[in-house]
């Protein structure tokens, strides 16, 4: 309050020489298209605030939809923005807003967003000076700095899954925010003012710096003293005007209906959503997994299962794609693995699915394309003596003859002697696969049927698949240089003989990958020319067997390339095994919360210090409620 009185008493100091007469002729005088314009800027500037409260959000881990989370900024800001106090304000708004979320976040959310908008404007009024004074170039190469370098700023705290990109994104909202904002401005100056609009927006922002460091509601006194000295060359009672206007338009109409709007009541978002399957039933779920691939979730994929844990995705991330792996479980809704994705903030893509899959996605409106064609061998049927088999006939002459002994399914792994190989083997060929390729992992391989080859008593070579109830699936191939011309072959025959004595109809032999019609020429040939490529794809012929076509989808053509790329490079440069991109749980997403006594138990989440380390605990809702959460008094 003593900031707004000493802003008040100076700003009543500035204007005693205005002809406050002029100001109302000025603002009567503005045509309705520039009010049009003023309304739709702020509209605009009040979306991009919106979109702050999305991302962190979003790096929060809050599992809050997208479209209530901007609702409920764009309220906030509103009202804290004419009101003052921004973060207590905003808070109490948010808390409104949101019956899913307590107190407690929506605080942390709005530190958050103040904080990060004051740096985020400090940043821009920086570049401004640059820009007013000339130095263009300078200015460019700044932001290219400045971009640059937040960008690798990945973890704050209270942001547990803040990205790469999250910083990066609020400078831009905040750019588009005041840019807008000072547009409004703008266009609510008399049409005779020539001003050029540039110079209005630089003067808006330290305009609007100068006027939330004072902490005035508003920024009341110390925003208008500052416009006028900054612009010297528009009349003052013109200025004047449009400071009035602006204070109407963006200020006073936007917090009258968000306070209309937090008036009706507010309904807590509870539609059932796909949930990350722990426990019983993540096993209930493997046990009826629809193919072997499904056991990548010994290598950190995950399940996720819809309401009913009769349908779900094997999914993994890279990147901001969500992408589910080959067959769902049961008939899972595509919309809410879109919804899931977009509430994580990820793109939700799939990835070697089946034509079917391929035709519900694309009659659901989403884009797909054929990526690869799937080797699979009819158990049952497929036999050594058909013509297609006479080079592997061959091939197997010359490892009986090498004296090569094959052994499956070993009780016990010589996990010492396959690492040895499986480090020389990478040596050589530059590295493994990851994504939806296993990788050399004890934990992975003690789920797997595994087939060893020997030569002269020594290991020379695995290969291990994955094994679901109706299929087998090859995943890692390794041996040593020195392994007889035909091992391999020799182990995946030992494979095909022993999935059909125990009557599992299909054994893959993984995918080859095909490139979209719409690739240029030169793409396709220097993937096809890739290191061991064309030998894989004649491996594979060499065993006859029948051809699938797989597919990618994403809901958007966009989001298909994106994920392709953010697929492609998980595939081809892994990260390491224990520093993959976790899929974050959504802290509380569509869960009721409690306000009151009549709706459901809300934990409501509050900051408890031992020492220096702060924990949060669950305070539960009524008194009688005994559960045994973690308290200070029951750790």
Partial sequence: ML???????LLAQRCETIDFGAVWPALRALPPQQWIGALACTALSLWALGQYDVVLHRAMGTGIAPARARAAGMRAMAIAQTVGFGSLTGALVRWRSLPECDLWTATRLSLWVSASFMGALGVLAGLSLLLLDGHTALAALLAIVVIAGVSRITRLPGLPQMRAGTLPRLIVWTAIDTCAAGAVLWLLLPADVEIPASAAIFAYLAALGAGLASQSPGGVGAFELCLLALLPQVPEADLIAAMIGYRVVYHAVPALLALLLLIRPMTIDVRPGLTSAEGAARHRALSCAPQAEWGLVWQSARILLSPDQ???WLVRRTGGTLAAIGEPLGRPELSALRAHASRLGFNAAIYKCGPRMAIRARAAGWAVERIATEAVIDTARWSLDRPACRGLRRKLKSVAKAGVTIETAPQILPLDEMARIHADW?????????????????ELLNHQFVALARHEGELVAFASFHQGRGDWTLDLMRQTGTAPDGTMMALIL???????????????????PQMPRWMPGWVCAKVAARPGGAGLEQFKRGFGPGWRPLYAAAPTRLGLLRAGIEIARAVHVPAPLDAEPPIPDIEFGGAPVQKGG???RRPIRLPVFRGAAPRLTDQTGPANDRRAYPTSRNP
């Fill in 426 to 442: 990478a040596a050589r060929s530059g590295g493994e696969r990851g994504f939806s390729m296993g990788r050399f992992c004890p």
């Fill in 3 to 9: 900031a707004l009185g000493l802003g008040a008493w």
């Fill in 494 to 512: 030992a494979a095909i003989e022993a999935a059909r004595a125990a009557q599992v109809p299909q054994l893959s032999l993984a995918a080859l």
């Fill in 598 to 600: 009549d709706t459901a």
């Fill in 310 to 312: 009769e349908s779900g």
